[in-house]
Every structure is written in structure tokens, then in C-alpha cells.
Antibody
């Protein structure tokens, strides 16, 4: 069965960096686009970033552009999110999410599987 | 960016009620809309994709409709397990965006 397990969250001071990981299993990781979605405490869902299956296409939310970098290692079935220059407003549970299957070579960026999330708290 | 607006933000209903949640897009997204259910402390769960396609394993009391800018999620007969928060998400274009959520509470 599909499993996505995030790690790397914790408490970090403003301006510092953190790297999140998402270990994937139960599906052919290298064939799917992968995303990060976050949820601030008591708030709604906010999409953060996507990296295509072959690493040729990536997009970011304006709120993190230039500070966060998404990457993946298809040999390790792992997705990453490097977060630099962290701010208090980045405090959230970060979810890794698997994109649904492509149809006729076109990606479908909605999410059929999610990890359990990892909490990032940015505070001095 | 495409803004997604859900209404209502909170809904009080009883078991057995028919419930409808609306999601409006700030511009046309064709049928590229998904619905998720989220319970406290848990990850979201996919219910509907492509506006009206039911995800495998999701009970048939859930249905979705709409196209363009206006969409609805309907629960035909609310069950105890359905009390949760529901989100719509557009995937017509990046950045992907979610609605603000609709919390379905017990009346």
C-alpha cells in the first residue's frame, strides 16, 4: 500500500534553515509528480511546491518562492523540501502528497495520497 | 492566481440530512476541481476529482457537480463519520489553490 512518511520537522529560529524529507513506498515513485502542502495551526490548506516525476518542471507558491527548494532522489524514493530564511508565518504542518496518475501524458495535480505530516515551528 | 471561495464556512446538520457545500472559482477552471475531507489531526482524504468523479472507496452518498466557476459537493444522507472539514482545490493552473474550508458540525 502507498505510504508517505515525512520527517525533519521541529522548532527553528526565524532566519534559520530546515530540510524536510518524505520517504515514499508502495508505488513507483519515479513516475509521479510530488507536492508539499502545508497547514498553519487552526487554518486551511496551502499548496507549497511541486516537482515533476522527471525533475524537469517545478512550481512554488509566491509565499515561499526564492526561499524554499523542492527536490527528489528517485533512487531513494524520497522527496525533500529545503526551507531557508524561515519566518514565523511558515509555522505549519507540512504534508507530502502524491499526485494522481497522468492521463494521456498530462499530469493531474490533485492528491490521492498524503503523508501524516511533520510540524515545523518557527519561533525565537 | 485563481481564488477559491467556499460557502458556508460552517454548517450545522443532523444525521440523515442532505448537505451541500459550494465552491466558486475566481475564473473558469473547466472541471479541474477536487474535494477533500479532513478530520482533526489527520491528513486530508480525496473524495472527488474532475469535479464529479468519485474516488475509489468513497461512499456513493458523496457526489460532486459543476464546471467553469461554480461547483458543489453534496452528501445525500449525512452519516456520523462525515462530520469533518471539507476543502475544494483547483488544479487548472499553478499555483494550485484551495478553498478556505467548510466545517460540518453536529446540530
Amino acid at each position: 500500500q502507498v505510504q508517505l512518511v515525512e520527517s525533519g520537522g521541529g522548532v527553528v529560529q526565524p532566519g534559520r534553515s530546515l530540510r524536510l524529507s518524505c520517504a515514499a513506498s508502495g508505488f513507483t515513485f519515479r513516475r509521479y509528480g510530488m507536492h508539499w502542502v502545508r497547514q498553519a495551526p487552526g487554518k486551511g490548506l496551502e499548496w507549497v511546491a511541486v516537482l515533476s516525476y522527471d525533475r524537469t518542471d517545478e512550481h512554488y507558491a509566491d509565499s515561499v518562492k526564492g526561499r524554499f527548494t523542492i527536490s527528489r532522489d528517485n533512487s531513494k524514493n524520497t522527496l525533500y523540501l529545503q526551507m531557508n530564511s524561515l519566518r514565523a508565518e511558515d509555522t505549519a504542518v507540512y504534508y507530502c502528497a502524491k499526485e494522481a496518475s497522468m492521463v494521456r501524458g498530462v499530469s493531474n495535480p490533485y492528491f490521492d495520497y498524503w503523508g501524516q505530516g511533520t510540524l515545523v515551528t518557527v519561533s525565537s | 492566481d485563481i481564488q477559491m471561495t467556499q460557502s458556508p464556512s460552517t454548517l450545522s446538520a443532523s444525521v440523515g440530512d442532505r448537505v451541500t457545500i459550494t465552491c466558486r472559482a475566481s475564473q473558469s477552471i473547466n472541471i479541474w476541481l477536487a474535494w477533500y475531507q479532513q478530520k482533526p489531526g489527520k491528513a486530508p482524504k480525496l473524495l472527488i476529482y474532475k469535479a464529479s468523479s468519485l474516488e475509489s472507496g468513497v461512499p456513493s452518498r458523496f457526489s460532486g457537480s459543476g464546471s467553469g466557476t461554480e461547483f458543489t459537493l453534496t452528501i445525500s444522507s449525512l452519516q456520523p463519520d462525515d462530520f469533518a472539514t471539507y476543502y475544494c482545490q483547483q488544479y487548472n493552473s499553478y499555483p494550485l489553490t484551495f478553498g478556505g474550508g467548510t466545517k460540518v458540525e453536529i446540530k
